[in-house]
């Protein structure tokens, strides 16, 4: 039971391209937004839409198949944990990010 603590699965489309970063120690990281939808109906018997996005990073080689493969509106599947991190703005705030490091990833058809 404990390889199933944190772990996440979300299937959804990319709202731009992901963003590729090369690290000066010679790592790649990948960044994207990853949409997903869910849908219900409403008192008034409406079919409503809700998205959700989310905040996906990639390293190493599955960010070298997410430079090379996957690209703005494509549906792909991924799979990671989640973790939450945080940093300072230059006013001196101190923000907090939560974001899923994806490990695994199944591309659908385009």
Known sequence: MSN?????????????????????????????????????????????????????????????????HVTKGQEILVGGKLTTRSYETKEGEKRYITEVVCNNLVMTQK
């Open 4 to 68: 199933l603590r944190n772990q996440v699965q979300l299937m959804g489309r990319l709202g731009q391209d992901p963003e590729i970063i090369n690290l000066e120690s010679g790592k790649k990281l990948a960044k994207f937004s990853l949409a997903t939808n869910d849908y219900y109906t409403s008192a008034k018997g409406e079919k409503v839409e809700h998205t959700d996005w989310h905040n996906v990073v990639a390293w190493g080689k599955t960010a070298d198949i997410i430079e090379n």
